[in-house]
Nanobody
């Protein structure tokens, strides 16, 4: 069982930046995909940014050019650098890790609130 713990959320004014971090309890260097997702009140959870083991990244259209996903396999960290934040980015952000075995894990989420 891999434990994922997100941190770095908070309240930020419109146009501001935040860096989210996801710490895994076990080595993630063999993970198939790592990623960040978000869920706003009354909405379904959606993908924000993902990174495959090859390093290939994918971003949702609504964050392209503003967010950057990165991973540090040596430290078992997956980070999300967020810039030019807007009120519509307000959501709970979740970290996800999927392994080739088919097993996947979610963190408990971290709240990001962007004030207008």
């Amino acid at each position: 069982q891999v434990q994922l713990v997100e941190s770095g959320g908070g309240l930020v004014p419109s146009g501001g930046s935040l860096r989210l971090s996801c710490a895994a309890s076990e080595n993630i260097f063999s993970a198939k995909i790592v990623g960040w997702y978000r869920q706003a009140p009354g909405k379904q959870r959606e993908s924000v940014a993902t990174m495959r083991g090859s390093g290939m990244t994918e971003y949702a259209d609504f964050v392209k050019g503003r967010f950057t996903i990165s991973r540090d396999d040596g430290k078992n960290l997956v980070d999300l650098q967020m810039g030019s934040l807007q009120p519509e980015d307000t959501a709970v952000y979740y970290c996800n890790v999927q392994f080739w075995s088919g097993k996947g894990y979610w963190g408990q989420g971290t709240q990001v609130t962007v004030s207008s």
